[in-house]
């Protein structure tokens, strides 16, 4: 896979074709909606008194799921929330973005979409 590092450190990202594999689709799509479903059941937990029933679902601008601090809840059901980060497309294009040939997993996170519009107030700093 060709990747253009230096348009990446220009504009900050990069969009990955077929970085999942077409037949592995399914089966990562749903491995996340479980790991996101527990995660959801933990924050609820978590909940402080005065915090709504979701926890940080519902009070985060950002929810995110932590696959790396979530290591305990995996299981054959959701092992493809690790393993889609060694997928060739993903590791390799990290790799070359790091310009590393062999780039180590550190971090797997999926950035939620909130559950309320917070609205860009404190999400960037002047001028947005």
């Given amino acids: ?18 970085a999942i594999p077409p037949d592995q689709l399914e089966s990562v799509r749903v491995a996340y909606e479980r790991m996101v479903e527990r995660q959801k059941t933990i924050w609820a937990q978590e909940r402080g008194p005065e915090d ?8 985060s ?3 995110r799921l932590n696959i790396s601090g979530m290591i305990d809840h995996l299981d054959a059901e959701t092992i ?7 997928f060739e497309n993903i590791h ?37």
């Fill in 80 to 86: 493809k929330t690790v393993e889609t980060w060694l």
């Fill in 92 to 128: 390799g294009v990290s790799s070359a973005l790091l310009n590393e040939p062999d780039a180590g997993v550190t971090e797997m996170m999926l950035m939620c979409s909130p559950v309320h519009d917070h609205g860009t107030s404190g999400v960037c700093g002047p001028p947005c």
């Fill in 61 to 63: 601008a950002q929810p």
């Fill in 1 to 18: 896979m060709q990747v253009n590092r230096d348009r990446f450190l220009e504009e900050g990202y990069l969009i990955v074709r077929g």
């Fill in 52 to 59: 709504p029933p979701g926890g940080v679902w519902e009070l």
